[in-house]
């Protein structure tokens, strides 16, 4: 079985220079922020183009402290995606506040914005695009709506590290950007991680409070705050892992090109070829039966993954707002209908081949036809 995602070759191919910069953090007895965490953000807020980065524990914390920078509560509505990863809702649940769904574009799977403004009442407080599957959003068109309503934007870009459109990055469109440093997604920590990014000195500011015990120097509490901060050890291995995120984001974006060619044009797959606005985190076929496909992707040795089965408005955990199946039309069919091919830095055009002849080889059967 060819690899999904290989850290393995990842790790090879940066070894010496990972190990220096752990050994160096073990060595100082320094675990927690410090210099190594402090020099991460300064690198990662200029690779997104933003004057500030405050690192967190988790990219949950981060869209979390966010969302509490910003001042959101109780009582406000968060419109945002179902077709996300369940940390994007539960991050609005943590504050008190509302998500309020609003269905995705059926090209780019990212939020719909021309469904925005019939989803705005006067408790809403922010948009809360998602860069799926590492695809900016529309965020002209968002950002438009933001201005007009006067809403605040945070960007989930948890799998976007890098994605770019009209000289932006994201995580810069916005008021803030949210990053994930999970191991498997396109920077990745050696454990987990997460970061906050924005150009807005009162955000930065209530970030940097809020990530560590609400301090406003030390013993000075000035609001209620979390532990959120990142670890000396991951601030160390991100700091060295950015250095090569471009070269690894310009591979990633070939093997989902080479796909895109390859690939039979019965199959449906993400709109392409990818330009700068995607970083290929994740690529994404239909079938009218992904999970068939799936099992008989796996037999002839082709790993799949499925981001994500059940829109989050469907989660049981989310019952209690009230969506039923139907609402969101768009988002439910992608549900159904879509699985995820391996995707990674270090595939070898023999693997792309080997996947791209697997899936043509399948989906030419009557009873896997996509229409
Ligand atoms: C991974 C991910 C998160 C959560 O990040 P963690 O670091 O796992 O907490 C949030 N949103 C999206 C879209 C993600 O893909």
Same mark, same amino acid.
């Given at each position: 079985?060819?690899?999904?995602?290989?850290?393995?070759a990842q790790y090879r191919a940066i070894a010496p220079e990972l190990e220096d910069a752990v050994l160096? +953090?073990?060595?100082?007895?320094?675990?927690?922020?410090?210099?190594?965490?402090?020099?991460f953000e300064a690198n990662f807020a200029q690779y997104c183009g933003t004057s500030s980065a405050v690192?967190?524990?988790?990219?949950?914390?981060? !869209?979390?402290?966010?969302?509490?920078?910003?001042?959101?509560?109780?009582?406000?509505? +968060?419109?945002?995606?179902?077709?996300?990863?369940?940390?994007?809702? $539960?991050?609005?649940?943590?504050?008190?506040?509302?998500? +309020?769904?609003?269905?995705?574009?059926?090209?780019?799977?990212?939020?719909?914005?021309?469904?925005?403004?019939?989803?705005?009442?006067?408790?809403?407080?922010?948009?809360?695009?998602?860069?799926?599957?590492?695809?900016?959003? #529309?965020?002209?068109?968002?950002?438009?709506?933001?201005?007009?309503? #006067?809403?605040?934007?945070?960007?989930?870009?948890?799998?976007?590290?890098?994605?770019?459109? #009209?000289?932006?990055?994201?995580?810069?469109?916005?008021?803030?950007?949210?990053?994930?440093?999970?191991?498997?997604?396109? !920077?990745?920590?050696?454990?987990?991680?997460?970061?906050?990014?924005?150009?807005?000195?009162?955000?930065?500011?209530? !970030?940097?409070? !809020?990530? #560590?015990?609400? /301090?406003?120097?030390?013993?000075?509490?000035?609001?209620?705050?979390?532990?959120?901060?990142?670890? $000396?050890? /991951?601030?160390?291995?991100?700091?060295?892992?950015?250095?090569?995120?471009?070269?690894?984001?310009?591979?990633?974006?070939?093997?989902?090109?080479?796909?895109?060619?390859?690939?039979?044009?019965?199959?449906?797959?993400?709109?392409?070829?990818?330009?700068?606005?995607?970083?290929?985190?994740?690529?994404?076929?239909?079938?009218?039966?992904?999970?068939?496909?799936?099992? /008989?992707?796996?037999?002839?040795?082709?790993?799949?993954? +499925?981001?994500?089965?059940?829109?989050v408005h469907l989660q049981p955990a989310h019952a209690d707002l009230g969506y039923e199946r139907g609402?969101?039309?768009?988002?439910? $069919?992608?549900? $159904?209908?879509?699985?995820?091919?391996?995707?990674?830095?270090?595939?070898?055009?023999?693997?792309?081949?080997?996947?791209?002849?697997?899936?043509?080889?399948?989906?030419?059967?009557?009873?896997?036809?996509?229409?």
């Amino acid at each position: 079985m060819i690899p999904f995602l290989d850290l393995k070759a990842q790790y090879r191919a940066i070894a010496p220079e990972l190990e220096d910069a752990v050994l160096s +953090v073990m060595r100082s007895c320094n675990y927690i922020l410090g210099e190594p965490v402090e020099k991460f953000e300064a690198n990662f807020a200029q690779y997104c183009g933003t004057s500030s980065a405050v690192a967190v524990n988790t990219g949950t914390s981060a !869209l979390h402290m966010a969302l509490l920078a910003a001042g959101v509560g109780p009582g406000d509505e +968060v419109i945002t995606t179902p077709t996300t990863f369940v940390a994007t809702t $539960a991050a609005i649940r943590y504050t008190g506040a509302t998500p +309020v769904f609003v269905d995705i574009d059926p090209v780019t799977w990212c939020i719909d914005p021309t469904l925005i403004p019939d989803a705005i009442t006067d408790r809403t407080k922010v948009i809360l695009p998602v860069h799926l599957h590492g695809r900016l959003a #529309d965020m002209a068109a968002i950002l438009k709506i933001a201005r007009d309503y #006067d809403l605040l934007v945070i960007e989930d870009a948890a799998q976007a590290h890098g994605s770019e459109r #009209d000289g932006l990055r994201a995580g810069a469109f916005g008021d803030i950007g949210c990053f994930s440093f999970y191991p498997g997604k396109n !920077l990745g920590a050696c454990g987990e991680g997460g970061a906050v990014v924005t150009s807005n000195p009162v955000f930065a500011d209530n !970030l940097r409070c !809020l990530r #560590d015990w609400g /301090q406003r120097g030390r013993h000075n509490h000035v609001m209620e705050g979390y532990n959120t901060r990142m670890d $000396a050890l /991951q601030g160390a291995v991100l700091d060295v892992k950015l250095r090569h995120l471009e070269d690894w984001t310009e591979r990633r974006r070939a093997v989902a090109n080479a796909y895109h060619a390859g690939l039979s044009s019965e199959i449906e797959r993400a709109a392409g070829p990818f330009g700068r606005d995607h970083v290929g985190h994740v690529y994404a076929i239909r079938s009218t039966d992904p999970v068939g496909l799936s099992t /008989q992707l796996n037999q002839a040795g082709v790993p799949t993954n +499925v981001h994500y089965p059940m829109p989050v408005h469907l989660q049981p955990a989310h019952a209690d707002l009230g969506y039923e199946r139907g609402r969101l039309p768009v988002a439910e $069919a992608y549900a $159904a209908s879509t699985l995820s091919l391996p995707i990674h830095p270090d595939m070898s055009a023999g693997d792309i081949d080997f996947v791209i002849d697997a899936v043509n080889r399948l989906v030419t059967l009557p009873s896997r036809l996509t229409a």
